[in-house]
């Protein structure tokens, strides 16, 4: 099984909403990634959870808050969007966040529409 | 920046017809992993090569690791329509946490 699932696959939200992206894994992987990808671009890192700590953050700014509750489950929390962040997110894990196969596996994403 | 450079950026042919897409860098990857990705999905792995000179086949599609490990080609033959997509070749750093995904090459194949 090499699933990862996400959801909700689609999320419409106003500029003062406070909404929540949830990712989740039984593949007993311990690192998991969050992605933004826009049209026609390929994905953009944002964060990375290494053993259920943060370990990277690409300079996202802080209306995006991730969180890994445990090593299955990876939530990015969403406050005072803007339409710019409009994108579909991308939730990934691999066995571990450094490593000569470091293969990534994703989740189908939430396309993100923010009005 | 961009660490990976993959060409064409964007290629339609007929059906039946066989292509090649490049993947290529000055660094020097641990592994590299090849994945496609159709619209408002998220990306499917094709294939993780890891060895320098390694050579996989996947069906009618081959994919090769340079000796160096700094570049790599996928090759299709006989393309099919359902193998549209947006190919993106992605590549870890020894002792980097994340994956440097390639710039991407939009595949249209026309029935």
């Known amino acids: 099984d090499t699933e990862v699932t996400q959801t909700p696959k689609h999320l419409v939200m106003g500029m003062t909403n406070k909404k929540s992206l949830k990712c989740e894994q039984h593949?007993?992987?311990?690192?998991m990634y969050w992605y933004k990808q826009k049209a026609k671009k390929p994905p953009e890192l944002m964060f990375v959870?290494?053993?259920?700590?943060?370990?990277i953050n690409e300079s996202v700014p802080s209306r995006f808050s991730p969180e890994c509750p445990n090593s299955s489950l990876l939530n990015l929390h969403l406050h005072a969007l803007q339409p710019e962040d409009s994108a579909l997110y991308l939730c990934?894990?691999?066995?571990?966040?450094?490593?000569?196969?470091?293969?990534?596996?994703f989740g189908p994403g939430t396309r993100l529409l923010v009005l | 920046t961009q660490l990976l450079e993959q060409s064409p950026q964007f290629l339609s042919i007929q059906e039946g017809e066989n292509l090649t897409v490049y993947c290529n860098s000055s660094?020097?990857?641990?592994?590299l992993q090849w994945y496609r990705q159709e619209p408002g999905e998220g990306p499917v792995l094709l294939v993780t090569?890891?060895?320098?000179?390694e050579v996989k086949k996947l069906k009618r599609l081959t994919f090769q690791f340079g000796d160096a490990r700094k570049d790599s080609s996928l090759h299709i033959t006989a393309a099919q329509p359902g193998d549209t997509g947006l190919y993106l070749c992605?590549?870890?750093?020894?002792?980097?946490?994340?994956?440097?995904f390639g710039t991407g090459t939009r595949l249209t194949v026309i029935p």
């Open positions: 990934a894990s691999s066995q571990v966040a450094a490593g000569r196969e470091e293969t990534q596996y």
């Open positions: 593949m007993g992987h311990r690192a």
């Open positions: 959870y290494s053993y259920e700590k943060l370990s």
């Open positions: 660094s020097v990857f641990s592994s």
């Open positions: 090569v890891v060895t320098g000179g």
């Open positions: 992605a590549g870890a750093l020894r002792g980097a946490n994340n994956l440097f």
